[in-house]
């Protein structure tokens, strides 16, 4: 799946870095989401998915492969 | 301002609690089961709504049309202690919305990044060691509140802030009266004058000799003046002291009340992360509700909420949605608890969950591996609880080892 995240959103609270952390990052200066990667192989997809539902600022954002959300 | 609701369910808070001390008040538990929003009302008979299921919750507190600054009409307050703390002139960011909330808030977001508390481990560690030796240096029995769980919050919060140690006794005096609901607003007064002039001479000083920690940092942006920097300050110190600090004391004595599951924890300390998480689901020691206003009309799940109507997230309720949790009354610290919201939602999140998390695996694996004898000094029966306060508790813990 394509994964994508809205950093004017993020209130950097790094849900998302402790239930993907091959996907997300967090930058050192603003504490604001980075991405790894933009795209999530099935190995993580559980991650990711979990990461959506704990992103406390609705950030983050994921397409599957067939382009749907 | 709204009035107060004809609904004979009406629910008053705070409701009492029940029999088992871990356990929301029943009350709140049949307001879920009616409806997850249902009408309540506070101590002086002002009409809010108490929202109780995870996923009506969830919406609330991501939607900015409800609003968590206390100076808009019809926010809850808690007691006329609370109205006085919160309505004063220089709210800190827990209490402002968007833009401002999080232009203040993001100037500490890389403060408390997961990676940045995973590098804090082996400070904490050694804080919890040092805290640990010092408590069985005296002897048993300890109480493990003051003489442990109070002290390893605090003395991490001030190695962050860069607060000197000497004045570790004065903050915890000062903050616990900020936060016991019976402290009369004089009183209140007086604690937040003391802090907020504490803070900011501080400030000044971190100003003339700059340091590498967050307050040093912080001022070293010149980004606020010395209000601002006070009330960040006050709201790092208020928000992970007493936080953290009962859910270690009250976390332990879960874990000892369930013997089977701390022989468990004990023999496999890799089950350490989700067994805190599972303890602050059980928990929930932020119990009062988190108080937000409504901005519009907002229906929530068929519900109408109007302008200028307040609304409780109860959130030891979110956390007991069967909906998301399997038999939630019972503790269990090998069950997925990750979504739990005792560290909140949207945009107010605890900003200091990664500290929390590190502070609370470190110190009850501490405890367990060097105690191995831990337990209660006195009949579990005659324990007291923060049943008053803003974050729930254990008020002593008696033990011996
Ligand atoms: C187990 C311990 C803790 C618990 C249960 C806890 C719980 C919470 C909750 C529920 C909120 C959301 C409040 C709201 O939305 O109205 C919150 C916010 C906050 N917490 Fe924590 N917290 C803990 C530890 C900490 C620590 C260690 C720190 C910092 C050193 C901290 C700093 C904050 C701050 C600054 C906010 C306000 C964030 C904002 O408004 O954007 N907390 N916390
Ligand atoms: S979980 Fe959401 S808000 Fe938190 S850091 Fe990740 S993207 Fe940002």
Redesign the pocket.
């Known amino acids: 799946m394509r994964v994508g995240v809205d950093r004017d959103r993020c ?1 950097g609270a790094g849900q998302c870095v402790m239930s993907a952390p091959a996907v997300f990052d967090q930058s050192e200066s603003d504490g604001l989401v980075l991405l790894r990667q933009g795209w999530a192989g099935s190995a993580v997809r559980g991650d990711v998915e979990l990461a959506v539902a704990l992103c406390p600022a609705n950030a983050i954002s994921v397409e599957d492969d067939a382009g749907k959300a | 301002m709204t009035g107060t609701h004809t609904d004979e369910s009406t629910v008053t808070l705070p409701a009492a609690r029940g029999a088992c001390p871990f356990a929301p008040p029943p009350a709140y538990g049949e307001a879920r089961r009616r409806s997850p929003v249902s009408p309540m009302s506070l101590w002086d008979g002002t009409a809010v709504w108490l929202v109780t299921g995870h996923q009506q919750m969830r919406t609330v ?1 991501l939607d900015k049309r409800f609003s ?1 600054d206390a100076r808009v009409p019809g926010f809850p307050f808690l007691s006329p202690g609370r109205k006085q703390l919160l309505t004063k002139a220089t709210p ?5 919305d968007d833009p401002e ?2 232009r203040l ?1 993001r100037m ?1 977001t890389g403060d ?1 990044i997961v990676k940045r508390a995973e590098a804090q481990r082996p400070q904490i560690q050694r804080i919890v060691d040092e805290v640990l030796d010092r408590m069985t240096g005296h002897g048993s029995p300890a109480d493990l509140v003051r003489d442990f769980a109070l002290q390893v ?1 605090s003395r ?2 001030c190695l ?1 802030l860069g607060v000197p140690y000497a004045d570790h006794q004065f903050f915890e005096s000062q903050t616990s009266a900020l936060v016991d609901l019976s402290t009369p607003p004089e009183e209140i007064k007086a604690a937040m004058a003391e802090l907020t002039g504490y803070l900011t001479r501080l400030a000044e000083r971190k100003r003339r000799e700059p340091d590498d920690s967050l307050l040093g940092r912080l001022v070293a942006r010149g980004e606020l003046d010395e209000a601002e920097c006070a009330a960040m300050g006050m ?3 208020v ?3 007493e ?2 600090a ?3 004391a009250l976390g332990t004595l879960a874990l000892l009340r369930h013997p089977e599951q701390m022989a468990r924890l004990r023999a496999e300390p890799s089950l350490m992360k989700g067994a805190v998480e599972e303890l ?1 689901r059980y928990l ?3 119990h009062f509700g ?3 206003a409504a901005l519009e009309d907002v229906e929530i799940d068929g519900t109408l909420i109007r302008a200028g109507e307040g609304v409780l ?1 109860m ?1 030891s309720e979110a956390n007991r949605d069967e909906a998301l949790f399997q038999d939630p009354e019972r503790l269990d610290i090998t069950r997925d608890a990750r979504r739990h ?13 990664p ?3 590190a ?2 695996q470190i110190a009850l694996e501490t405890l367990l591996r060097r105690l191995p004898g831990l337990r209660l000094a006195v009949p579990y029966e005659e324990l007291e609880y923060r049943t008053d306060k803003a ?1 729930y508790g254990v008020r002593e813990l008696p033990v011996t080892w």
């Open positions: 209130c | 507190l968590a800190s960011f827990l209490r402002l909330h999080s808030r500490l408390f919050p991490v919060i962050l709201v790092l110190l928000a992970g002291h936080t953290t009962n859910m270690i602050m929930s020691v932020v988190l108080p937000r997230c959130l919201l005792a560290f909140g939602f949207g945009v107010h999140q605890c900003i200091g969950q500290l929390a998390r502070e609370m974050v």
